[in-house]
């Protein structure tokens, strides 16, 4: 009778544990579906708040924002891409990762975006994402950086500023500048901030600096190290040059907010720079804190690399909304500042 009785509590006892386990199985299988419906609720652009059925949809995935030069691209496609305008911008941040953007492209594909806009973190690593965007038959319209792919039509088009040119110029302006310091015969020692090591900017600057490099015999490279695009790695690595190496003639740092960490670690080891100081500093990007430092003082030429390509992008997207073609490559124009210009009158115009 003692045996029966156990084994009735043993068979009830199963099947309560097997009907809480049941329910527990229903509860996950419930909030699995729901995370997808979520997902999915999400998924008609029609949807989205405040989108209406005549807007045009554009997904874009910036970079991050590791520089003042960075903000104001932002800014320039948050101010163009709105509603007022005819678009809906679904903005996503990539936080320098280019993991990040292989989703956000691929958030975008499911979302059946119009176009997507890619600033492409760095050049390789793209052709199986863009080929996906391509067979959904979304354009994509490159901006900024660029992308090394076996076949370029996976892409619509590119905008954005010649690298290149930008470093090739900034080494012209270091010939001229030393040679009317009559420093042409004298051994100048460099060292380079570079930026995010593979992307287009970095790479550019970097073999185009290079070109004038090669030329100049008396010119001495004593090291290139990236920081990253960002003020505190800038600060970082130069701290590192200037205990390492005990004559540094000249900086070339590839963008603005690296300058600006460079400067504080010039300044922190008790050595000046700019016109009238020990170090040379040339930098990318020509923003306003960096003009507002080369008024001061402390840099001596920004090699400008234009941040508002908002209006460019929505030209092109205007232009294929009509059925016309677009050129595949769009340079936008630019210019540099030195320390003997009218910087006064320069920044009253500067919008960023
Ligand atoms: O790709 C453009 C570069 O990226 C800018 O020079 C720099 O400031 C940014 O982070």
Known sequence: MRKKCIRIVALLMIVCVGSLCGCVSIQKQDKEANQRGALEEEKPLSDLPGKNRDHIVVGFSQVGSESDWRNASTESF?????????????????????????????????????????????????????????????????????????????YTCWVGSNFEEEGRRAGEWLESYLKWQERENDRIRIVTLQGTLESSSQIGRTQGFLKVLDANKKWEMLERRSGEFTQAKGKEVMDDFLSTYKDIDVVISENDNMTFGAIEAIEAAGKSCGPAGDIIVISFDAVQAALELMKRGKINADFECNPILGPFVSDIIQRLERGQEVEKIHYVQEQYFDASMNLEEILKKREY
């Open 78 to 154: 948050r101010n163009m891409f709105t509603a007022e305008n005819g678009y809906y911008l679904l903005y996503e941040d990539a936080q320098q990762k280019q993991e990040n953007q292989l989703k956000d492209v691929r958030n975008f594909i499911l979302q059946e975006v119009d176009y997507i806009v890619l600033d492409p973190i760095v050049e390789t690593g793209w052709d199986t994402v863009l080929k996906e965007a391509k067979d959904a038959g979304i354009p994509v319209i490159l901006v900024d950086r660029t992308v090394e792919v076996e076949n370029d039509d996976l």
